[in-house]
């Protein structure tokens, strides 16, 4: 049996798993009952510190001593302190022990002599200075205790191992009595738990005594092992009278092989406290069945799907969403079971039988490797199946297994059911004794068929791209073959901002979500900083900042301060020992989401993970001191910085590229300071430089006092948890008339698609409630509270992500009742020719609509929302006059605008420079009636020129990464001369993207070669 333990007292590592018992061991007569630690406990680990098995470790004599003449003769009592985190009682209390001799003669015992223990908890008095003298800290008044016979706690051998049995008894070297050889877990349930105090400091002790009847001489002696780590202050060893009282007469426990030496070793001892698991968040409702197909238990196949095969079957998603659980059926081979075997789970576009004789998997958009431990393998019941080796060889099995994943990184599936879009699941195992004909999966068939037929194929290299796909059928033979399905249960969640793929991520730190994870105070007067490399130049489109609250009181009218800076490099051997932010090149204050008004910068937030169990960390306290609480919940909050502005980065992929700072801070409103403290999650990664933390003065401007951010524990560097992102916008302002011949109490519009929107136009006056949600796979947009009258006109609009155009589905006008019906007559604007045609398209409402004026403008950079009405404050590069019929456009139908030439006659793009056009366009309709006007933002192909993102090595062939538009398509050209005035085309031909990255395995042409990727006309 191994006991993996954790080593420090806030679980910042973990040891090794240790040698395991002798087999022997396993079948001591032990009491067993309740639950031992780690393995059979439910409850929360509130402090630990792991027992020192190496031969630095000794086990300290705790109860009556031997004899001694130079002793004291008195039984001894230990201690050692413990800090308080949580306020709450401890249920559980698990220590380390050992027996002098009991063990070492070879042959080990099959039980251990019955004492009685007794522990206490005390109240602390902190180390101080007398006369010059240091006096350490020990237990002050005892507050708790409780005395267990022998019965009244369970206990089991732990692990063997070489130390030494010490008598501390008289200090500082006492006596070394021997060795002992076996170490052993006592687990104590108190009748009455301590309750602790949030941020005390106790003392937990422990004596032994023998039973009622016997003799002390006539047991072995009993010791309470040290720890691996010293943690708070050293450990304590005291006196009790004949009657078994404490005398108090307290006592450092040191290393007694070096006690005179300049820097004694202290000594902590290992023991663990737990409490009763207490939920502050209810668990989330299970998610829906997104797709079910049944598996065939009674006369169904179980397809190999075993390296080198792949299995994969396709599902169609018409409602957006992430999917949170996987479930497939399966069997193995004879019925032999791998329960260490690893799976590798993919996601996949679909090729449709359109272009080849089957449809099967496309490109890979998401995979995830799931070891042992990381999913849960369940028999089902008993079944009478073949397991199928492709294309035909078969072999009997009868068990059915049900295997469940949930992938920590869902991977976010578009569609909806006016766009429904196909995916492929595909699943491979990889044994865990490669080479060896057991532990051989199969995935089983389903009794359904629906959509096309299962597949296979081979893995190559382990990797997960998959080629050879071929259709699945039933192995040929007197009876007609049948196509196959697979089968496999999906959940679905709700969409998360990553559903929208337009939101390029630029650098991302995730959160550390275990019990190593911290939530360090960016509350004002705190300000915290994280630095970041920037290898590709363009805007800071938008960033996300993983954080907690204190005791989960969460401010849901927070208002934070985020700011972007120069960095500091840090110079060994000075004051500036460590980098930190320079120059603040950008500072913005964004609002809660609620907060009115025409064009605000806010921000969005929502609950990221709960029933965490995290600290959080003051860094102005020094040391454990500065753990000041807990929170179980991780909030995400994204910030979207309104474009153009100053969040702007210099960077390239040459070279090492330019480091940034990012900072914030979270804002109290007057009259809540301390009522609400925020906090910033650590990273799981550790990149650059340390995080950093300093202080604002009472105009909220940062006073430059920064710090390096460390682990008060450990002594490792802390990283912040962020996301940055990088991508063009698109955007949309809408004049609107009512038209209803009743007032109305909102407005609402249905974008095809999950989408994020980046920034909100609220009209003049401002609605006062601006809402987007999700729903059907679709974003919907609702303005609300206030009431426009009859023939009243609002103008709303929307900025987003431009990885696609907003397609439009409804517009439509909120009475008292709901919707009002038809829809609003709207346009909906597409580009063609690579922005040289202008397409307006009536399919929203069920009216005719005409063209009534128009214009475009350039720019060189996206226009601000807000800019985007009649008055607004524009500087456009150049403006032109569109040329456009005048002709009654019927439901349905389209208008054909090509664009004016941008050099006079010569219709060829505008310059590189220029990345969008604006479109201000007049709509009417044929009835009489008043004329709106669109205001329309379109990126040009020049804003959406592909990035490349990495380039590595694979074999012979370079593998190219780049930012990519689905449904566009790509060259990739190289050169070896960068003098040359042609470039060469690499031979991949048309390279079409299905996803917002895209990557192609290029040829070396030689020993250096530039490669550029393009992106053609559309």
């Known amino acids: 049996m191994t006991h993996p333990l954790f080593v420090s007292k806030n679980f910042d590592k973990r ?106 908890i005390w109240t602390d008095i902190p180390a101080f200075t007398n006369g010059g003298v240091v006096i ?7 507050l708790w205790a409780e005395t267990f ?52 400091v106790y003392w937990l002790s422990m004596t032994a005594s023998a039973p009622l009847g016997s003799s002390a001489t006539s047991l072995p002696l009993f010791g309470w092992k040290t720890s691996t780590n010293q943690v708070l202050d050293n450990a304590v060893f005291g006196h009790l009278d004949a009657a078994g009282n404490p005398l108090l007469d307290w006592q450092e426990l040191l290393d007694p092989t070096r006690p005179s030496t300049a820097a004694p070793r202290s000594l902590d001892l290992s023991f663990v406290l737990t409490t009763a698991e207490t939920r502050t968040n209810p668990p989330p409702p299970p998610p829906p069945v997104k797709a079910l197909q049944e598996p065939n238990v009674f006369g169904g196949y179980d397809v190999m799907a075993t390296l080198p095969f792949v299995v994969a079957d396709d599902f169609i998603c018409t409602n957006g969403g992430t999917i949170t659980n996987i479930q497939i059926w399966a069997s193995w081979l004879n019925d032999q079971v791998d329960t260490n075997i690893t799976f590798v789970l993919g996601i996949w576009t679909d090729v449709a039988a359109t272009t080849t004789p089957f449809s099967h998997p496309g490109t890979i958009q998401w995979s995830e490797t799931f070891t042992p431990g990381q999913y849960t393998g369940t028999f089902v019941q008993q079944g009478q199946e073949r397991f199928l080796i492709p294309p035909g060889q078969t072999a009997p099995e009868t068990q059915v297994w049900r295997y469940e994943f949930n992938p920590t990184q869902p991977f976010c599936q578009q569609g909806s059911f006016s766009n ?23 995935w089983k068939t389903s009794t359904n068929h629906f959509m096309d037929d ?153 609950l990221y993970n709960a029933n965490v169990q995290e600290t959080f960390y003051n860094p102005d306290v020094p040391g454990t001191a500065g753990f000041i609480g807990r929170d179980t919940q991780i909030w995400r909050y994204d910030f979207y910085p309104f474009q153009p502005g100053c969040w702007h980065q210099d960077g390239s992929p040459f070279g090492n590229g330019q480091v940034y700072w990012i900072s914030l801070s979270y804002v109290p409103a007057v009259g809540n300071v301390n009522t609400y403290l925020f906090g910033w999650k650590t990273s799981t990664t550790h990149n650059l430089d340390d995080a950093v933390y ?12 920064w710090k390096d951010l460390i682990n008060p524990i450990t002594g490792q560097s802390l990283d912040l948890s962020y996301a940055l992102y990088n991508f063009p916008v698109t955007g949309i302002n809408k004049d609107l008339i009512n038209h209803t011949g009743q007032a109305v109490l909102g407005v609402q519009l249905v974008v095809q698609g999950l989408h994020v929107i980046t920034w909100h136009y609220d009209g003049l006056p401002p609605w006062p409630v601006f809402q987007s949600s999700y729903a059907g796979g679709n974003t919907v947009l609702q303005w609300t509270g206030q009431t426009l009258p009859p023939g009243g006109a609002t103008h709303v609009g929307f900025e987003m992500a431009s990885l696609t155009k907003p397609i439009i589905l409804s517009i439509n006008w909120i009475g008292p009742s709901g919707i009002i019906q038809p829809p609003i007559p709207q346009w909906n604007f597409h580009w063609l020719n690579s922005g040289l045609t202008l397409v307006l398209v009536n399919d929203i409402a069920q009216a005719p609509l005409m063209m009534s004026s128009g214009t475009v403008e350039y720019y060189t950079e996206p226009v601000p929302l807000d800019q985007m009405n009649p008055t607004g404050n524009r500087t456009p590069v150049k403006t032109a006059p569109l040329q ?24 060829a ?13 007049g709509l009417s309709s044929p009835a009489a009636g008043p004329t709106t006007t669109d205001f329309v933002l379109l990126p040009l192909d020049s804003a959406l020129q592909p990035t490349i993102e990495s380039a590595g090595l694979l074999g012979s062939s370079l593998n190219l990464v780049w930012t990519s538009i689905p449904g566009r398509v790509y060259h990739v050209e190289y050169t070896t001369d960068l003098t040359a005035p042609n470039w060469i085309d690499t031979g991949l031909g048309d390279i079409p993207a299905d996803n917002a990255d895209t990557s192609a395995l290029v040829p070396l042409p030689g020993a250096q070669a530039f490669y550029r990727v393009y992106l053609l006309p559309q």
């Not at 063997?160 to 687990?187: H, M, S, T």
């Not at 429904?420 to 199969?442: C, D, E, H, K, N």
């Not at 300093?694 to 006092?705: E, F, Q, R, V, W």
């Open 15 to 120: 040891w090794p798993a240790l040698t395991a018992i002798p087999a022997l061991l396993l079948a001591l007569s032990v009491t067993c009952g309740w639950a031992d630690w780690p393995d059979n406990t439910t409850n929360r680990t509130k402090w630990v510190e792991g027992p020192d098995r190496s031969t630095s470790g000794f086990d300290v004599l705790a109860g009556p001593p031997p004899f001694n003449p130079n002793g004291t003769n008195l039984a001894i009592i230990l201690a050692d302190d413990f800090q308080c985190l949580q306020t709450g009682p401890i249920t559980d209390i698990h220590l380390w022990t050992s027996w002098l001799g009991l063990d070492c003669n070879g042959i080990p015992p099959t039980n251990v002599p019955p004492i009685v223990i007794t522990l206490g």
């Open 136 to 142: 350490p800290s020990r237990p002050g008044q005892r």
């Open 149 to 200: 016979q022998a019965g009244q706690y369970v206990l089991r051998p732990w692990s063997a191992a070489r130390e030494r049995f010490w008598d501390p008894d008289p200090a500082p070297k006492g006596v070394i009595l021997g060795p002992d050889c076996l170490i052993w877990q006592y687990n104590f349930y108190p009748t009455n738990p301590f309750v602790q105090v949030s941020n005390s």
């Open 420 to 442: 429904r879009v196909v995916y492929w699941l595909s699943v491979y195992a990889i044994p865990s004794a490669s080479g060896t004909s057991q532990g051989v999966f199969g």
């Open 454 to 606: 299962a597949v296979f194929g081979m893995v190559p290299n382990n990797v997960t791209n998959a080629g050879n796909w071929q259709e699945l059928f039933s192995p040929p033979g007197p009876v007609p073959q049948i196509s196959l399905d697979m089968a496999f249960e999906l959940k679905n969640g709700p969409p998360s901002p990553d559903c929208d793929r337009g939101r390029r991520v630029k650098w991302v730190q995730p959160p550390d979500a275990s019990t190593n994870g911290l939530d360090v105070l960016a509350t004002v007067p705190e300000i915290l900083g994280d630095d970041f490399l920037c290898r590709s130049a363009g805007p800071i489109s938008g960033i996300t900042v993983w954080g907690s609250w204190l005791n989960d009181n969460v401010d849901t009218n927070a208002t934070f301060i985020l700011g972007l800076w120069t960095d500091v490099p840090a110079q060994p051997g000075t004051t500036n020992s460590y980098s930190h932010p320079g120059r603040l090149l950008c500072s913005n204050l964004f609002y809660p989401p609620q907060t009115p008004g025409t064009s605000l910068q806010r921000y969005q937030a929502g």
């Open 694 to 705: 300093g202080h604002l003065n009472a105009a909220n401007s940062p006073i430059g006092d």
């Open 884 to 907: 456009f019929p005048t002709d009654v456009v019927y439901p349905g139908g389209a208008l054909v605008i090509p664009l004016p030439p941008y050099f006079g006659t010569n219709y």
């Open 909 to 921: 793009p505008p310059p590189t420079n220029i990345t969008y056009a604006m479109f201000q366009v």
